[in-house]
């Protein structure tokens, strides 16, 4: 069973930056698709970024050139640096892991975007 815990959520004011973490119950050197999704009240889930193999990455056209996803296989653990955010990203963000074909998902954190 994979297991996926976020955390750094939190209120931040607009411009500011926050970065998520999602620590990981199984070793990811091996696993390529790995994304951060996020959900806004009212809002279907949504790609935000990530991993699609090869070391390659992709984006949301909403948050390009402001969040960058990335990974550190020796912790097991997925990041997500988030800067100049704004109100509109605010959501529960989640991350995803597929493994033998199989999505797992987080608890997600709440990243609230307010002054």
């Known amino acids: 069973q994979v297991q996926l815990v976020e955390s750094g959520g939190g209120l931040v004011q607009p411009g500011g930056s926050l970065r998520l973490s999602c620590a990981a119950s199984?070793?990811?050197?091996?696993?390529?698709?790995i994304a951060w999704y996020r959900q806004a009240p009212g809002k279907q889930r949504e790609l935000v970024a990530g991993?699609?193999?090869?070391?390659?990455?992709n984006y949301a056209e909403s948050v390009k050139g402001r969040f960058t996803i990335s990974r550190d296989n020796a912790k097991n653990t997925v990041y997500l640096q988030m800067n100049s955010l704004k109100p509109e990203d605010t959501a529960v963000y989640y991350c995803?892991?597929?493994?033998?074909?199989?999505?797992?998902w987080g608890e997600g954190t709440l990243v609230t975007v307010s002054l």
């Open positions: 995803n892991f597929e493994v033998f074909k199989i999505h797992y």
């Open positions: 199984i070793s990811i050197f091996t696993i390529n698709n």
């Open positions: 991993f699609t193999g090869a070391g390659r990455t």
